[in-house]
């Protein structure tokens, strides 16, 4: 995947924003959730509305870390 990863403030979500690119912070995206199935990262089909200040980008490594244990 190329998108970089975001992790939710305060959850253990984690996705890649979907959906034009808004100045104000306070807009809602469309963050696609992420899951491990068979060792892998990959999209789930769930979404989640969230606001731009409440995500906190993250390395696809800590992403593997928390849904791999690796």
Do not use: C
């Not at 034009?20 to 963050?31: E, G, T």
């Not at 696609?32 to 980008?57: C, D, F, W």
């Amino acid at each position: 995947m190329s998108k970089p990863f975001y992790k939710i403030k305060g959850t253990n979500d984690y996705g890649v924003l979907e959906g034009p690119v808004w100045s104000n912070p306070s807009f809602y995206r469309q963050l696609r959730l992420v899951n491990a199935v068979g060792g892998m990262i990959e999209l789930s089909h769930q979404y989640k509305p969230v606001t731009t200040e409440n995500l906190v980008q993250v390395s696809p490594e800590e992403v593997q870390k928390a849904l791999l244990g690796f």
